[in-house]
């Protein structure tokens, strides 16, 4: 199982091309499944990596790859990708058709789970190309119904989020991969105005905003050590600023959360267990750094997050792949959510602990978790 979106104290999950509801009293509670696009030969990798019981079999050889993200947009119309297809559900996920086809290189998931970002007045979704297409942000107006390009540029392989700050409704980014095409950045109308840009340090993927500071890590696999950077806000409009590393890791990191616990504000970061190597990386450094291992750590705002403590820390997966020539190994990841009562959700994926269980931390039980832990 893995972790969508939450809206109304609803928790969405997906289970393969499955969509349901989760809560920690019920589990896993199925609604409807997506439909495979009527494309001919070309949905054959989809078939493959989504349906039972090639998908099993493909789990036992590379490890579980994930295929389907789900984002909740209200008043049960939800919005879903897999492959190369965003589909739309407007009775809670019991029914769903394409509304619009992806780029031909996307991912599994078609975009990262990070790539839609629902306002009161409309939803944006980054695309997340891994050929030679543009960058491109969409947006729709009509609450998925249809989409039209809201910006698009080619200096960047492609952008890895879309989020409103919370302090200031601005809508912000991220881009990467390669040196000089990593920027974090805010939407001004269609215009990307960049707040930082240049090597691996403004790689982020996912940003955790609090009062005081934007937070993220380093997404780069190659690294001798992994970054973790907070930018405060008084510096958001300077010229040539840098953020301030705060922390540093021993892998990637993809997901970020903000939440409160005993009238703290904390920053969740969780790393990858990435296998293979970076295509983006300079030639010097074609490697992987990351180990096996993924992490959560959290850090407070009255630290100025600079004080980390790890949360948990799951083995990757061992597959038959990682034994037998070419065949490509899939990572372990750790996806991160807010939950109903306003703690903290886990969700490992391809761990050889926990894989696919969702992990609540109400805040009295964070609270006592980075209690009890010396900051890493």
């Given at each position: 199982?893995?972790?969508?979106?939450?809206?109304?104290?609803?928790?969405?999950?997906?289970?393969?091309?499955?969509?349901?509801?989760?809560?920690?009293?019920?589990?896993?509670?199925?609604?409807?499944?997506?439909?495979?696009?009527?494309?001919?030969?070309?949905?054959?990798?989809?078939?493959?990596?989504?349906?039972?019981?090639?998908?099993?079999?493909?789990?036992?050889?590379?490890?579980?790859?994930?295929?389907?993200?789900?984002?909740?947009?209200?008043?049960?119309?939800?919005?879903?990708?897999?492959?190369?297809?965003?589909?739309?559900?407007?009775?809670?996920?019991?029914?769903?058709?394409?509304?619009?086809?992806?780029?031909?290189?996307?991912?599994?998931?078609?975009?990262?789970?990070?790539?839609?970002?629902?306002?009161?007045?409309?939803?944006?979704?980054?695309?997340?190309?891994?050929?030679?297409?543009?960058?491109?942000?969409?947006?729709?107006?009509?609450?998925?119904?249809?989409?039209?390009?809201?910006?698009?540029?080619?200096?960047?392989?492609?952008?890895?989020?879309?989020?409103?700050?919370?302090?200031?409704?601005?809508?912000?980014?991220?881009?990467?991969?390669?040196?000089?095409?990593?920027?974090?950045?805010?939407?001004?109308?269609?215009?990307?105005?960049?707040?930082?840009?240049?090597?691996?340090?403004?790689?982020?993927?996912?940003?955790?905003?609090?009062?005081?500071?934007?937070?993220?890590?380093?997404?780069?696999?190659?690294?001798?050590?992994?970054?973790?950077?907070?930018?405060?806000?008084?510096?958001?409009?300077?010229?040539?600023?840098?953020?301030?590393?705060?922390?540093?890791?021993?892998?990637?990191?993809?997901?970020?959360?903000?939440?409160?616990?005993?009238?703290?504000?904390?920053?969740?970061?969780?790393?990858?267990?990435?296998?293979?190597?970076?295509?983006?990386?300079?030639?010097?450094?074609?490697?992987?750094?990351?180990?096996?291992?993924?992490?959560?750590?959290?850090?407070?705002?009255?630290?100025?997050?600079?004080?980390?403590?790890?949360?948990?820390?799951?083995?990757?997966?061992?597959?038959?792949?990682?034994?037998?020539?070419?065949?490509?190994?899939?990572?372990?990841?750790?996806?991160?959510?807010?939950?109903?009562?306003?703690?903290?959700?886990?969700?490992?994926?391809?761990?050889?602990?926990?894989?696919?269980?969702?992990?609540h931390l109400s805040p009295a039980a964070f609270d006592d978790l980075v209690g009890g832990h010396d900051a890493a």
């Amino acid at each position: 199982m893995k972790l969508g979106g939450t809206v109304d104290d609803v928790v969405y999950c997906t289970e393969g091309t499955t969509v349901g509801r989760w809560a920690e009293e019920t589990g896993f509670q199925p609604r409807g499944t997506l439909p495979v696009p009527d494309a001919g030969p070309t949905n054959l990798p989809f078939s493959l990596t989504t349906r039972w019981p090639t998908r099993r079999l493909l789990e036992l050889l590379t490890g579980s790859i994930t295929t389907t993200n789900v984002w909740p947009l209200g008043d049960d119309a939800l919005l879903a990708t897999a492959d190369r297809w965003l589909f739309r559900s407007t009775d809670g996920g019991r029914s769903w058709r394409v509304v619009r086809d992806l780029p031909d290189s996307s991912g599994p998931m078609g975009v990262l789970p990070t790539s839609v970002c629902v306002t009161d007045d409309a939803v944006y979704l980054a695309e997340y190309p891994l050929g030679d297409d543009p960058a491109r942000v969409l947006v729709s107006h009509d609450r998925g119904e249809s989409w039209s390009t809201f910006h698009e540029r080619t200096d960047v392989r492609h952008f890895h989020s879309v989020a409103t700050d919370p302090y200031s409704g601005a809508l912000w980014g991220t881009t990467g991969d390669a040196e000089g095409e990593c920027i974090v950045g805010r939407f001004d109308g269609d215009r990307f105005e960049t707040v930082g840009r240049g090597g691996q340090d403004w790689r982020a993927v996912e940003l955790a905003f609090t009062e005081s500071a934007v937070v993220w890590g380093v997404d780069s696999a190659y690294l001798d050590s992994v970054g973790l950077f907070r930018l405060d806000r008084d510096r958001f409009d300077r010229d040539g600023v840098e953020p301030e590393r705060v922390g540093e890791t021993d892998a990637p990191v993809f997901y970020a959360e903000t939440l409160t616990a005993t009238d703290e504000t904390w920053v969740v970061l969780s790393t990858a267990a990435e296998a293979g190597v970076d295509s983006t990386a300079p030639a010097s450094m074609r490697r992987n750094t990351a180990g096996r291992t993924a992490r959560v750590l959290a850090a407070s705002e009255r630290t100025g997050f600079e004080q980390w403590h790890e949360l948990f820390a799951f083995g990757r997966r061992r597959t038959v792949s990682e034994h037998v020539g070419p065949v490509p190994t899939t990572g372990a990841y750790v996806f991160l959510g807010v939950a109903p009562d306003g703690g903290l959700l886990v969700n490992p994926f391809n761990t050889s602990a926990a894989h696919g269980d969702v992990l609540h931390l109400s805040p009295a039980a964070f609270d006592d978790l980075v209690g009890g832990h010396d900051a890493a």
